[in-house]
């Protein structure tokens, strides 16, 4: 990621209130790239709006983009009107079918201790 994104990423953690990226004294475009790696890692971006949003704020009943209301994948950001790329459907509320195999290997290996 570019600097100035993370930077960007950084400013939107600290607008939301999130207590590990709160300010404290002096800071340094180093330290300002760790949070916006930090706040990348916990975000997903809509696809519908481009919006970064936490996945937390999402989840819920109906898994909705709290900027315009679209229905929203919490691992990757599709929705409905702006699916992958090479298109998906849901498997699960707030979970497109892009992640299917993924998950079943997580869970496979977690549950089967990898067999």
């Known amino acids: 990621m570019k600097p100035e994104t993370l930077k960007h990423l950084a400013d939107i953690a600290r607008a939301v209130g999130g207590e590990s990226f709160s300010v404290?004294?002096?800071r340094d475009e180093e330290e300002?790239?760790?949070e916006g790696e930090a706040f990348a890692a916990a975000c997903i971006i809509c696809s519908s709006c481009d919006q970064p949003i936490l996945a937390v704020?999402?989840?819920g009943p109906d898994y909705l983009c709290t900027e315009?209301?679209?229905r929203i994948c919490v691992l990757c950001g599709c929705t409905e009107e702006s699916a992958c790329e090479e298109g998906c459907h849901w498997i699960a509320p707030g979970i497109c079918s892009t992640h299917e195999k993924f998950?079943?290997?997580e869970f496979t290996s977690i549950?089967?201790?990898g067999v």
């Open 103 to 105: 998950l079943w290997d």
């Open 32 to 34: 300002m790239a760790r």
């Open 68 to 70: 315009c209301g679209a």
């Open 24 to 26: 404290c004294g002096p």
């Open 57 to 59: 704020e999402v989840a």
């Open 111 to 113: 549950f089967t201790g």
